[in-house]
């Protein structure tokens, strides 16, 4: 027997409710703020993520499902959906144009990695891409609209924010941070020893216990940033106080990416275990440039959608349903007839064997539909359907036609 491969998963039944209800919900808010439906490949040139995320990091160096095709291009399946649509962002010539755009996608990210409770090696990632705005109102718009998503989803999460800073005075930190780091090396880990040199703001990110205790007296960045990017951190409290948007600064959030500069931020649940980030973001200004397009200002968010499948409980309700059944086969065609009907508005299972009429009840009651409506020879004669609500147990005898009108 075949199974998925490790890491992957079907979604079906309940999870795929769950699954679609997260996505509309999602879709339904960042459509009212001017966000438009974007679908790129799910598989790239492999120095797109190489460029782009950054070779330094844990995707490119541990997690990139790449490999040759019969030509011998280095593709890549994408671990994430920003890269993608900023070459669709650059290759179209929207750069040069000039101008505001706002995209959202859904679906599959590829991250080889090890499997376990909340991470996957197939995922799913709703995200929006914002470009052209270097307002920091527009920071604080992308946070208010992950906020909603998440209210709306009745999801509980803390907001965590950094600013990561820019060009200016990012590198003058830096040089700091790796004095601070190497004075510290003995006590470090393995992994944050190599990222000293190479990576040396992820060392921050250290999710072993003993190397955050070593960097409780590290220098912060938010005490480091040009008098630009302090004033937009500082605004952008400002709005999320003003708006009654709750948040901590947390001075040592820095993103597994390495194109953010200033604003970075997650949500956070406290009810996922280890793997709590429920969606991250933050601005990416450098990475059109990055990517040989005109600089151009950007924001983003990508947010995990298995990870919110485990908190949202959805009362999903379908809508009113129908079965119908028929007590004798030659009425079948007329209740076809009358499904073709219904079903430009209202969901129909129609079985098509004659059964009798507890058989057909019983039927109905296993798809929880809301309406059996069964068709015998006296219902035929009297040019009706027998109808029982199962919610209510009302039954009633309706004219074909009036009950057609019922879908008008
Ligand atoms: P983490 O720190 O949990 O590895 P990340 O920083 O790698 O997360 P991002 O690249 O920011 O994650 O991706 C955005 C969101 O996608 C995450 O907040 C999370 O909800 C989800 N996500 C990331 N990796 C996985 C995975 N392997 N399986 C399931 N969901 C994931
Ligand atoms: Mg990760």
């Known amino acids: 027997m075949i199974q998925p491969l490790r890491g992957m998963k079907d979604i079906a039944f309940e999870d795929a409710k769950k699954f679609n209800y997260i996505i509309d919900c999602a879709k339904d808010i960042v459509k009212n703020y001017g966000y438009e439906y974007i679908e790129t490949p799910k598989l790239e040139e492999t120095a797109l993520f190489k460029r782009s995320v950054g070779e330094e990091t844990d995707i490119v160096t541990k997690e990139m499902y790449n490999f040759l095709d019969k030509s011998d291009r280095d593709v890549c399946l994408r671990p994430e959906g920003t890269a993608g649509v900023v070459r669709f962002f650059i290759s179209n010539k929207l750069d040069r144009v000039g101008g505001k755009y706002k995209f959202y996608y859904a679906g599959s990210m590829f991250r080889y990695e090890r499997p376990q409770k909340g991470r996957l090696r197939e995922f799913h990632q709703f995200g929006c891409e914002s470009f052209g705005e270097r307002s920091v109102y527009e920071d604080y718009s992308v946070i208010e609209m992950v906020d909603k998503i998440l209210k709306k989803l009745k999801v509980n999460t803390t907001l965590e924010i950094n600013s990561l800073g820019c060009s200016e005075c990012m590198p003058t930190y830096r040089e700091k941070l790796i004095t601070f780091l190497e004075s510290k090396s003995d006590k470090l880990c393995e992994d944050c020893n190599k990222r000293i040199k190479t990576n040396p703001m992820r060392v921050l990110d250290c999710k072993n216990p003993n190397c955050q205790n070593e960097l409780k007296e590290s220098p912060k960045i938010t005490d480091n ?164 609500n199962l919610n209510t147990q009302e039954q009633e005898l309706i004219e074909i036609d009036k009950f057609i009108d019922i879908t008008k």
């Not at 940033?225 to 500082?234: E, P, T, V």
């Not at 005109?294 to 079965?323: C, H, Q, W």
């Not at 064997?353 to 219902?379: F, M, N, P, W």
Request: aromatic share 10%; charged share 30%; proline share 1%.
């Open 225 to 388: 940033l040009c008098d630009s990017c302090s004033s937009d951190f500082n605004k952008l409290q400002k709005l999320l106080d003003e708006n009654g948007i709750e948040y901590i600064v947390n001075k040592n959030l820095v993103r597994g990416l390495d194109y953010y500069n200033k604003t970075a931020f997650e949500f956070v649940s406290n009810e996922l275990g280890a793997q709590g980030t429920v969606a991250g973001g933050g601005r990416y200004d450098k990475l059109v440039e990055m990517l040989d397009g005109k600089p151009t200002s950007a924001i983003g968010f990508g947010m995990g959608i298995e990870r919110l499948m485990e908190l949202v409980e959805p009362k999903v309700s379908d809508n009113e349903s129908y079965y119908f059944g028929a007590l004798d086969k030659e009425y079948v065609d007329l209740l076809l007839n009358i499904a073709n009907k219904f079903r430009d508005s209202k969901k129909v299972t129609l079985e098509y064997r004659a059964r009798k009429q507890h058989a057909h009840l019983k039927a109905a009651s296993k798809i929880e539909a809301t309406y059996c409506v069964i068709i015998g020879e006296d219902e035929f004669e009297k040019k009706s359907v027998w109808v029982k």
